[in-house]
């Protein structure tokens, strides 16, 4: 157990929806990292952030948006969802900013858009 | 932007053999480079890490090396164990959190 727990486990929806993924992360950890594992693709890291501050960016579609909230808990957003949304999506967390140290995932949210 | 590019895309051992993963990079900026285990149904766990001031990391029977002049860094198992058989990625760090990963090597250890 990574420490960093994710809600929902399955999420089954349709296109065109909107669905919320919640992470808390470890506990004092201030870095929440968003990814995705499709399939074809591997791991797409999303973004990162840090103390409730948007800290990096990667290939983050623009329907997708994230944030930190004060107790440092993170929740992904996901609209217009399309058929290609559908796969994993893990957060992570580590204590500082720097990307530098191990980051611990979650068990990941399995996104089904039919 | 930063490419890692991880081979072979499987690999099957026998028990007791030893498997060898290589990651090649294009940033030469990146200065952390972590594998990860991910067994069926869980998250990646780290396993090890190697820093671009280190050349060679063991921990046990895992060891990574790093050639930074050649841009790749390759995850050595030995001893392996039907335990070890998961899905492997490389990743390569370059500032701010953003990490690139390969695509992932599926490992299986005969019995």
């Known amino acids: 157990d990574s420490g960093v727990t994710q809600t929902p486990k399955h999420l089954i929806t349709a296109t065109g929806q909107r669905v919320t993924l919640r992470c808390s992360p470890r506990?004092?950890?201030?870095?929440v990292y968003w990814y995705q594992q499709s399939l074809d693709q591997g791991l797409q890291f999303l973004i990162q952030?840090?103390?409730?501050?948007?800290?990096a960016k990667g290939n983050i579609l623009e329907r997708f948006s994230a944030q930190q909230f004060p107790d440092l808990h993170s929740e992904l957003n996901l609209s217009s969802l399309e058929l290609g949304d559908s796969a994993l999506y893990f957060c992570?967390?580590?204590?500082?900013?720097?990307?530098?140290?191990?980051?611990?995932f979650g068990p990941g949210t399995r996104l089904l858009v039919l | 932007g930063e490419n890692v590019e991880q081979h072979p895309s499987t690999l099957s051992v026998q028990e007791g053999d030893s498997a060898v993963i290589k990651c090649t990079y294009s940033?030469?900026?990146?200065?952390?480079f972590p594998w990860y285990k991910q067994e069926l149904g869980k998250g990646p766990q780290l396993i090890i890490d190697?820093?671009?001031?280190?050349g060679e990391k063991k921990d046990q029977r895992i060891a990574v090396t790093l050639n930074k002049t050649a841009k790749h860094f390759s995850l050595h198992i030995t001893e392996t164990q039907p335990e070890d058989s998961a899905v492997y990625f490389c990743a390569a760090s370059h500032g701010a959190g953003k990490s690139t990963f390969g695509d992932g090597t599926t490992l299986t250890v005969k019995p």
């Open positions: 992570a967390s580590s204590a500082s900013s720097n990307g530098q140290e191990t980051q611990y």
């Open positions: 190697i820093r671009s001031n280190v």
């Open positions: 506990s004092g950890d201030l870095s």
């Open positions: 940033d030469s900026a990146s200065n952390y």
């Open positions: 952030y840090y103390n409730g501050e948007e800290r």
